[in-house]
């Protein structure tokens, strides 16, 4: 997952473009927003898209910010230590649809 703030008046399909970019060189061509997530632990909103189709190489160019990148079915997904637990129920969501 690759997440970020929005800036000044961003909104969150601008965002969306904008980190994808700076966090791992791609510029997301086809896209679409599929859940909205609220964090009350720390009154966050989180916009999720799924992007299908892409410009460029998917690379880490912000270490500091990934531990790991790479494709993962949604099992291996689960598995991973998430930013945010809500994340697998998502995936898992996803699977089934």
């Known amino acids: 997952m690759i997440g970020g703030h929005c800036e ?43 992007v299908t189709d892409w410009k460029g190489e998917p690379e880490s160019l912000q270490p500091e910010e990934h531990e790991m990148i790479g494709w993962f079915s949604v099992n291996e997904a689960v598995e991973l230590e998430l930013a945010l637990p809500i994340y697998r129920e998502l995936f898992t969501s996803l699977e089934e649809n």
């Open 8 to 50: 000044n008046a961003e909104i969150p399909k601008q965002t969306l473009v904008r980190e994808l970019q700076e966090e791992i060189g791609v510029t997301p061509i086809q896209f679409e927003h599929i859940k909205t997530l609220f964090d009350s632990n720390n009154d966050h909103t989180y916009y999720v898209f799924v």
